[in-house]
């Protein structure tokens, strides 16, 4: 079946403008995850959902950024302003249920520059 | 604030070496510990790990937890340059506030393995 997709695949934008980044988890998927990853870096955890509601949202960097996410399916981030600093790779990953023993399936990302 | 450190940061070595890669953690309410392999954009798992002492096998990959030490090592051995990749340390922790699981990933470790 197929798995977790995002778009677009590459973005480049200008500091200053919005972006707005795009999940399909797998369908039926309850569990859906935000992650960022900086050159050479490892993954930094951003923001998970349970269904809709997202118990968490401590990890976003800033108020710059914003996710939200309906019917249980598809999941949008948003990075307001943007700035050259939020140049990253954003994964996106879902799974059956909330927690590790739930297999995350992730997504190919979406490569940020922001210039 | 919880932290996960992997060593080496990178390490070159020729088919057929072993390599052991360390994953230490200090994260409050831990649940498992997980490794994943990244190769391009997504991470793919590897092991979970939840007990001290049991050693997680699967073909030439190894890996075995210590809670009372609280680190994780990862064993390749006969390695192939298919092994080139970037490993990557994850430990699943409780969240009391949000009543849910998060991951926190460790800087990984790029492993480069030549003919």
């Known amino acids: 079946g197929a798995g977790v997709s995002q778009s677009p695949s590459n973005k480049v934008t200008e500091k200053g403008k919005d972006v707005e980044l795009r999940c399909d988890p797998i369908?039926?998927?309850?569990?859906l995850y935000w992650y960022r990853q900086r050159l050479g870096q490892g993954l930094e955890f951003l923001i998970y959902f349970q269904g809709n509601s997202a118990p968490d949202k401590s990890g976003l960097p800033s108020d710059r950024f914003s996710a939200e996410r309906t019917g249980e399916s598809v999941s949008t981030l948003t990075i307001q302003r943007t700035q050259q600093e939020d140049s990253a790779v954003y994964l996106c990953?879902?799974?059956w249920g909330q927690g590790a023993s739930y297999e995350q399936y992730f997504g190919p990302g979406t490569r940020l520059t922001v210039t | 604030e919880d932290k996960v450190v992997q060593s080496p940061l990178s390490l070159v070595v020729h088919e057929g070496d072993t390599v052991t890669l360390n994953c230490s953690y200090e994260v409050t309410n831990f649940r498992s510990l997980l490794w994943y392999k990244q190769e391009k954009k997504a991470p793919t798992f590897l092991f979970m790990l939840?007990?001290?002492?049991i050693e997680k096998k699967s073909g030439r990959l190894s890996s075995i937890l210590d809670k009372k030490e609280l680190f994780s090592i990862l064993n390749i051995t006969a390695t192939q340059t298919g092994d080139s990749a970037i490993y990557l340390c994850?430990?699943?922790?409780?969240?009391?506030?949000?009543?849910?699981?998060?991951?926190?990933f460790g800087g990984g470790t790029r492993v480069l393995v030549k003919p």
């Open positions: 939840t007990s001290s002492g």
């Open positions: 990953a879902s799974s």
């Open positions: 369908s039926g998927h309850t569990a």
């Open positions: 994850a430990v699943e922790a409780f969240m009391i506030k949000a009543a849910g699981n998060k991951l926190t």
